[in-house]
């Protein structure tokens, strides 16, 4: 038995000394922010992340030593009352890699803004995110399948090895109120050289000096273990709960704000962006935990 899962003080908590999750209060709470307050949302962030000549991308990167070097990835579509599924979920499919001592931490995302794919996905999209313990990308197989197939639908599950991170990454100690998710991959395999130094060496550093945005964490796929393939990772925390004004603000960022470090995305002699988007939303976090 792994040592008691702790969870932030938000999240309340019934022990019975078992070391188990229990029942808990999930973060339900409206971020929407008022017109009026839009402007010093806005403005709040501006000096956020330091400025970076074009020549600065690769030196800004590191590998922090507040996310782990391999992670588990776990999308799930919920039916119905999303808290005791989610209930369910913890003591089926969390609890395991705790007491294995597969997993550190792990935090659940609510996706509450989809942007790609065009079709929707549904509002009961939820991403579990692991930092696990180790490099072992067949850690994947410590989750088990789910039993209960008419609550919970398991969409994808990967495995993945950091590349690198840039700002004040920490998803264990001091957890993001909600993040910016990407899943993408090269539009041509033959580019996929071309495609991970432009996106880790400027483009995941320019969205993260957006306002709002802490940090960002890169990850390439190792294992996919089922359900659709989930290519590239990159998860953007962002230091206030999901607002639509999010994604507005980063759009005026990357459209409107003048940086001589931002450069274009790079095209292949097809005109055709070596990137190429499968998944791109905004996820409220709904709960935290880490054993320790």
Not at 2 to 14: D, L, T, V
Not at 150 to 158: D, I
Not at 159 to 169: C, E, M, T
Not at 243 to 260: F, I, Q, R, V, Y
Request: net charge negative; charged share 25%.
């Amino acid at each position: 038995m792994a040592e008691r899962i702790k969870i932030e003080p938000r999240i309340s908590e019934q022990a019975d000394g078992s070391g188990r999750i229990l029942r808990r209060e999930f973060l339900t709470r409206s971020a929407v922010i008022a017109t009026s307050g839009c402007s010093a949302l806005w403005m709040a962030g501006r000096a956020a992340m330091p400025g970076l000549a074009a020549s600065e991308g690769r030196s800004a990167m590191r590998i922090s030593e507040k996310t782990e070097n391999a992670l588990l990835l776990d999308m799930i579509r919920i039916k119905g009352d999303s808290e005791s599924v989610l209930q369910a979920y913890l003591e089926a499919q969390t609890q395991p890699l705790f007491d294995k001592g597969v997993a550190s931490s792990g935090n659940i995302y609510h996706m509450r803004q989809q942007n790609v794919p065009e079709s929707t996905l549904g509002d009961g999209i939820f991403f579990a995110a692991y930092q696990l313990t180790g490099e072992d990308p067949l850690a994947v197989r410590s989750l088990e399948q789910p039993r209960e197939q008419g609550r919970w639908q398991r969409l994808g599950l990967t495995s993945y090895s950091k590349i690198a991170d840039y700002g004040r990454p920490d998803p264990a100690g001091d957890s993001p109120e909600s993040i910016m998710i990407v899943i993408s991959r090269p539009t041509d395999v033959g580019y996929d050289t071309l495609y991970n130094e432009w996106y880790t060496e400027n483009h995941m550093i320019d969205v993260a000096k957006s306002p709002h945005f802490r940090s960002a964490t890169r990850y390439r796929p190792e294992v996919q273990a089922s359900g659709v393939p989930l290519a590239y990772l990159c998860i953007y925390e962002i230091e206030s709960a999901y607002s639509p004004e999010l994604h507005k603000g980063l759009m005026h960022w990357l459209s409107e704000t003048p940086d001589d470090f931002r450069q274009e995305m790079p095209e292949t002699p097809a005109g055709e962006g070596v990137l190429t988007l499968d998944i791109w939303g905004y996820c409220q976090r709904v709960w935290s935990g880490h054993v320790g």
